[in-house]
């Protein structure tokens, strides 16, 4: 069981490291530890680049150790009230020619 989801926590303790191309190692590392052959390796590394970046764009911050990552995360998956407001209050605003008028009349 365990090394099945090794290049999964391999590259989520590399995300936390290095960030994108930390996960892309870790991942990578993970993979080939666990003895697959050089194509899966570099599979795995591709994926963890890439699922790191998209981390990173969803607001997981990597690069800064377990605490940053943590703390973003639980920003990110778990918003407090104020931000939901302030999500909220914002989700319909547009600046489209037809919503200018509605933004001056507030």
Request: proline residues 5%; hydrophobic residues 45%; positive net charge.
């Amino acid at each position: 069981m365990f090394k099945k989801i090794l290049p999964v926590i391999t590259g989520a303790i590399g995300f936390a490291v290095g960030g994108p191309m930390g996960a892309s190692i870790g991942a990578g590392l993970g993979s080939a530890i666990r003895g697959d052959n050089p194509s899966n390796i570099a599979t795995s590394a591709l994926m963890g680049y890439g699922l790191g970046a998209f981390g990173g764009a969803m607001g997981l911050q990597g690069g800064a150790g377990f605490a940053k990552l943590g703390a973003s995360a639980k920003s990110t998956f778990l918003p407090t009230a104020a931000q939901k407001a302030a999500t909220a209050q914002t989700a319909g605003m547009s600046f489209q020619p037809g919503n200018i008028a509605a933004l001056k009349a507030k």
